[in-house]
């Protein structure tokens, strides 16, 4: 009875065995790691990409994609990169995309060796992905394009009489649905039947190396207008339009290096098969280590921790955790100074914080940048420029197409000016979305009820609100932007707060005076403490016109003197910038007398 429990036990375990083989373990383990490194430490590559672009569920939202080749890869990543906006559900479909890599390579080593592909080979193609994603301008249409390439590089017919009518056939569908990776298959194929044991024939050798320049060159230029130059690498990971990356070239070479050694025989196979395990297992690792460590970018990482709680509007978090991980990038210094406006902090705690970029840490320049067009608005939003805010709202939705956040920030300049037709077609759109019907309802709410907007925290203050004295706003200007916006608004604080720092940035102490008797009216008779030490400054170097009216606290009368004691013991600047740094560098005098970099 006992060998009869244990025959069964064993046939039982072979039979999950064979249900659950070590490649589908290992992709298994793949899925779960993937999932791991996209939930916490990649997370910066799904808010990075969460708002690219929205996925209307129409046909034409559809049509518009196939106007160019390669547009479907372009639609089937609109369409997954919306799971981005939910964190788990964002890791899981990437995820998705490295365990299908894995699947893929094996596939195309194991019919390229015509035996079982060692598991590493497929192991590093996947690892290369997660190193590619990790450069965030890399997007899910990429990988998707390799991993179509392989598949049907991975599934090319055996029988010679099929494979001319497969590529006759295929190649002008692929080049359609994916572009420029048209070549990725060909070149597999090529390099496949070089090294196999197989050889193609000389027809199939040009269909493969000539035909996708020929459907380029004579058909898809006057079908699409596009130049033939664009065509023949539409899609492709490479050039000033993806960036600098060199993974995709990385992994290309890898997928090749396997292609070749698919057919060698080495002693490694020779080897007990525990050992082989063992160093397929070691040399996995270290290249996991190698490839998360060179593809993994940490500045990246803060910055879209730090834009995704600006856009959330959690400026306590955002705050404190720049205060942990001070961001030397314009756009993590720009949501710096953003959080402390919004917090009333601006002129209390400017110098906190970095402020290497000087203005343009404010707000940026106008430049035709998609980049900018999607952050620029956020500042005229803050400080109630609503018409400017939609300006730049609106650029970017002609630039980057329609995304949750400038649709978004056209609703509320619409529903704040009181255009509520406009807004309604803003919002239908929005709702039409995928994951956004919500969001497009909570603003429909607002619609043709003033009284309703009024109440809003967010909307209320902006609402119809009135310029009594017309003006072109300046791009590259924002010190009259600003002045244009308090001569219609004097009792503007955040304006004014922006203001404000502009000119303690710039060291242009006698600008301020004039505004700070209306500043202690708004602010109960106190101020902020970098103001009130511009204020001695001001007095000091302008003893005819000294402005007695206003008084320094004794709080900063104190402090200046003890900050005038230890400059005065030290000659070499150098040397006292150093000595006062520990306890001074967040005052204005240590910006005035030391720093040197608020106009670059």
């Known amino acids: 009875m006992d060998l009869q429990i244990i025959a069964v036990s064993l046939k039982n375990s072979a039979g999950l065995y064979k249900l659950i083989s070590r490649e589908k373990l290992t992709g298994l383990v793949l899925y779960a790691g993937a999932l791991l490194w996209f939930y916490y430490p990649g997370e910066y590559v799904l808010t990075a990409n ?9 046909p034409a939202y559809l049509l518009s994609f196939i106007d160019h080749p390669g547009g479907l890869l372009e639609y089937f990543s609109s369409f ?18 490295i365990a299908s890599m894995y ?22 193609c996947a690892l290369l992905l997660i190193g590619m994603h990790n450069f965030y301008p890399h997007q899910l249409s990429h990988s998707l394009g390799f991993i179509l390439a392989m598949v049907l590089a991975a599934l090319f017919p055996e029988a010679r009489n099929r494979r001319s009518l497969f590529l006759v056939l295929g190649i002008p569908l692929l080049y359609l649905v994916s572009g420029g990776f048209v070549w990725i298959f060909c070149g597999l194929v090529i390099a496949s039947y070089a090294v196999g044991p197989g050889k193609i024939e000389l027809s199939s050798a040009l269909l493969c190396t000539l035909y ?4 380029i060159v004579f058909g898809a230029s006057f079908l699409f207008l596009y130049p033939w130059k664009e065509l023949m690498i539409l899609q492709l990971p490479f050039g000033p339009h993806y960036g600098n990356s ?8 890898w997928v090749l290096l396997m292609i070749v050694l698919a057919r ?3 002693g490694g196979r020779k080897l007990h098969r525990i050992w082989k395990l063992g160093l397929e297992i070691s040399f996995s690792l270290l290249a996991l280590v190698l490839i998360l460590h060179f593809s993994f970018n940490r500045k990246n990482a803060e910055f879209y921790t730090i834009e995704k709680m600006a856009i959330q509007e959690d400026w306590d978090g955002l705050l404190g955790y720049v205060s942990k991980h001070p961001s030397t990038n314009l756009f993590g210094s720009f949501y710096t100074n953003l959080a402390l406006a919004n917090k009333g902090l601006l002129c209390e705690a400017l110098f906190q914080y970095p402020q290497g970029f000087g203005r343009r840490g404010l707000c940026f320049a106008w430049e035709e940048k998609s980049e900018l067009l999607r952050r620029g608005g956020d500042f005229f939003w803050t400080i109630q420029f609503v018409n400017e805010a939609h300006h730049w709202a609106f650029e970017s939705l002609i630039i980057d197409g329609a995304t949750q956040r400038n649709l978004k920030r056209l609703i509320q300049t619409e529903l704040v000016r009181g255009n509520f037709r406009i807004a309604e077609k803003y919002i239908h759109h929005l709702g039409r979305a995928l994951f956004q019907k919500n969001l497009a309802d909570r603003y429909a709410a607002f619609l043709y009820k003033p009284e309703v907007i009024m109440k809003d925290p967010e909307l209320g203050p902006r609402f119809n609100i009135r310029m009594t004295q017309d003006f072109f706003a300046e791009g590259a200007d924002l010190e009259k932007n600003l002045r244009s916006v308090l001569a219609n608004q004097p009792s503007n604080r955040l304006a004014t707060d922006y203001l404000m720092a502009l ?25 902020p403490v970098l103001l009130d030490e511009s ?18 606290s004794p709080v900063t009368l104190q402090r200046f003197d003890e900050y005038t004691r230890v400059l005065r013991q030290y000659r070499n600047p150098e040397e006292a910038a150093r000595m006062l740094y520990p306890d001074y560098k967040d005052t204005f005098w240590f910006h005035l007398n030391f720093n040197s970099t608020a106009n670059r």
């Open 50 to 58: 969460q708002d690219k672009s929205l996925f209307i569920l129409n």
């Open 80 to 97: 997954f990169s919306q799971f981005f906006r939910i964190r788990l559900a964002g890791a899981a479909v990437l995820a998705l995309f």
């Open 103 to 124: 699947f893929a390579s094996l596939r195309l080593f194991s019919r390229i060796s015509g035996n079982k592909a060692p598991g590493f080979a497929g192991v590093i």
């Open 212 to 215: 996708p320049g020929i459907i």
């Open 246 to 253: 060199l993974w995709p070239l990385v992994f290309l070479a």
């Open 264 to 266: 060698v025989p080495f």
């Open 503 to 527: 000119f303690l940035l710039e060291k242009e102490v006698d600008k301020i005076p004039p505004y700070l008797p209306g500043y202690l009216r708004s602010n109960g008779g106190r101020l």
């Open 535 to 552: 204020l001695l400054v001001y007095q000091i170097t302008h003893r005819e016109d000294p402005m007695k009216d206003l008084q320094v």
